[in-house]
């Protein structure tokens, strides 16, 4: 499928044809570089490698600006593969939002969710915890309870809920709705919501 790389921008809402009130996420897609050419005799499939937002030369490996000097561009932070582009793309091409997306379309959006760190059952998993406050249950409100089996298992099983490190995980939403191409500027608006904070990178397949 082909598509875009872009970052989050933000939130907003519009108004439809109809008058109601459309919640939109403002993604920044493109313009993206074309930084490799997959082939079917070299490669074994076809693909088209872009690659989008400026990166700092010291923060490149020397692999990498070897990479981007043959497409002749600059660092990028970020590239991903995209199959199934209708016209033949060449190294070196830039591709912007008009180029991909039209107004209506639906889009699945790849992005990472928010880091919450280290948390506890009731905020991991929502565990509803002790229920009430009584029998001198003072300090097990908020606590997972009893982990692992008696004598038969003897221990705990893996894959138990239990507390550890939450969010920043890859996240796909799909069937997400174009309402909106303001390409002068590169800025989509899709329905709904997509997650991560603003600055995330993500990817537009449709």
């Known amino acids: 499928m082909s598509g875009l790389i872009g970052k989050k921008v ?5 108004f439809g044809a109809n008058g109601k009130q459309i919640p939109c996420t403002v993604l920044e897609a493109g313009p993206c570089v074309v930084t490799q050419v ?6 074994g499939y076809e693909a088209v490698q872009l690659a989008f937002g400026e990166r700092k030369e010291k923060h490149s490996n020397k692999a990498m600006m070897g ?3 043959k497409a002749n561009t600059t660092p990028k932070r970020k590239v991903a593969e995209f199959k199934g582009f209708e016209a033949t793309k060449n190294l070196g091409d830039v591709l912007t939002v008009a ?13 990472k969710s928010k880091g919450k760190g280290f948390q506890g059952v009731i905020k991991r998993h929502n565990f509803s915890g002790v229920g009430g406050q009584t029998h ?16 038969t298992g003897a221990r705990v099983i893996p ?4 507390p550890g490190r939450t ?25 709904g919501s997509v997650a991560g904070s603003i600055g995330t990178l993500v990817t537009i397949e449709k």
Request: glycine letters at 12%; proline letters at 1%.
């Open 167 to 191: 969010g920043g995980n890859r996240v796909k939403s799909l069937n997400l709705e174009i309402v909106k191409i303001l390409a002068e500027k590169n800025l989509i608006l899709v329905k």
């Open 10 to 14: 933000g939130m907003t809402s519009i």
């Open 99 to 111: 180029d991909v997306f039209t107004e209506g379309e639906f889009v699945d959006i790849i992005s």
């Open 159 to 162: 894959g138990k809920r239990m």
């Open 67 to 69: 990479h981007f000097k």
């Open 136 to 151: 001198g249950q003072h300090d097990r409100l908020r606590a997972p309870g009893s982990l692992g089996n008696s004598s």
């Open 38 to 43: 997959r082939s079917k005799d070299k490669d």
